[in-house]
């Protein structure tokens, strides 16, 4: 099992890999290939989603901070997780003005009433904001919020144990396939498919028809393969 803590270490001392940007883990739970065409073959088109966003974060993208009923809130704050691997910027962070504990706020557009597996993928590069946020202040962060802009309501999301787990595995899964230089495969998930931008580069069709049929032919005549 991997951790969040020894993640991203090379055994013997030697200096850690070029660190991943928390997009990447975004974009791998959301669809490996759709983090490969963007990571490996540092390839990106738009489409109406992603231009929504790009709006969404014109709001957050300019550096500064302000306070809010005592509040201090930080944009687009640069954070970075050295034994992770990790490096990147927040939305917000709202810091607890009692103490300091930091709270990552992410912007999305759309709605919060999100399919739960494609919800993770936000989940995950909050919790990977939170993480650095912990290596960088010293402070447990337990949870944060995603701010959906359609909705304009927050989802807060905890930052337990099972999602920190999730953030590791996936930082490992992402720099194999940066070390590997192998473009995953499609998902077969035709809701991700059908709002992707890049699907016009991932061709998922025609990957199926190229793959599937050779794949099964390799079954049906492996010698070696269950009769059932």
């Not at 590069?125 to 290596?135: I, N």
Request: charged share 25%; with cysteine.
């Amino acid at each position: 099992m991997v951790s969040a803590e020894n993640e991203g270490v090379r055994p013997g001392g030697d200096e850690p890999p070029d660190p991943i940007p928390l997009s990447a883990l975004q974009h791998w739970a959301y669809c490996p290939r759709q983090c490969g065409l963007i990571h490996l073959e540092q390839v990106f088109d738009d489409n109406v989603h992603t231009l929504r966003g790009q709006a969404v974060h014109a709001q957050v993208d300019q550096p500064g901070f302000e306070l809010r009923r005592g509040v201090r809130v930080e944009r687009a704050l640069p954070v970075w997780h050295d034994a992770l691997g990790l490096i990147g910027k927040t939305d917000a962070v709202e810091f607890d003005p009692a103490d300091g504990t930091p709270y990552p706020v992410e912007y999305k557009h759309g709605s919060r009433h999100k399919a739960a597996d494609i919800a993770l993928a936000d989940d995950m590069q909050l919790a990977a904001q939170a993480l650095c946020l912990e290596a960088m202040t010293g402070r447990a962060v337990p949870e944060g919020a995603l701010y959906y802009a359609s909705s304009k309501r927050r989802r807060v999301v905890p930052i337990d144990a099972a999602l920190r787990q999730q953030v590791a595995e996936t930082v490992a899964a992402v720099r194999a396939m940066l070390a590997g230089g192998v473009l995953p495969a499609p998902t077969a998930d035709e809701r991700r498919c059908r709002g992707c931008s890049l699907r016009d580069r991932c061709q998922p069709e025609a990957w199926r028809r190229l793959h599937g049929p050779r794949d099964l032919h390799a079954v049906l005549f492996d010698p070696e393969a269950d009769a059932d």
